[in-house]
């Protein structure tokens, strides 16, 4: 089992920064894709960003394509979110979580772990 702890959200104005980190630990051997989902009140949970674990590539939503950036680093078993250029509809909970298939990455059915979740908060 994946255990997957979010840190680094918070209150930024719009056009801020910030940069979120996912502690990952347990049996991460058949991982194959670390993600990033988010949540805003009444709406879906989407798919913000993905890394493929092995061979490090990286898929974005278009709507945080060129401000977002997934990125890994396998020494201190974590992933990262860095977030530029926010802007208050980026405002939701946002969510780390492990796949051990290759396939949809933006679809939540197809993660099988999750953490508790961050929260960030953009205002204008």
């Known amino acids: 089992q994946v255990q997957l702890v979010e840190s680094g959200g918070g209150s930024v104005q719009a056009g801020g920064s910030l940069r979120l980190s996912c502690a990952v630990s347990?049996?991460?051997?058949?991982?194959?894709?670390m993600l990033w989902f988010r949540q805003a009140p009444g709406k879906e949970r989407e798919g913000v960003a993905a890394l493929l674990t092995t061979i490090g590539h990286t898929y974005y939503a278009d709507s945080v394509k060129g401000r977002f950036t997934i990125s890994q680093d396998n020494a201190n078993k974590s992933v990262y979110l860095q977030m530029d250029s926010l802007k208050p509809e980026d405002t939701a909970m946002y969510y780390c979580a492990a796949s051990r298939t290759m396939l949809r990455w933006d679809r939540p059915e197809y993660a099988d772990n999750w953490g508790q979740g961050t929260q960030v908060t953009v205002s204008s």
């Open positions: 347990g049996y991460t051997y058949n991982t194959k894709k």
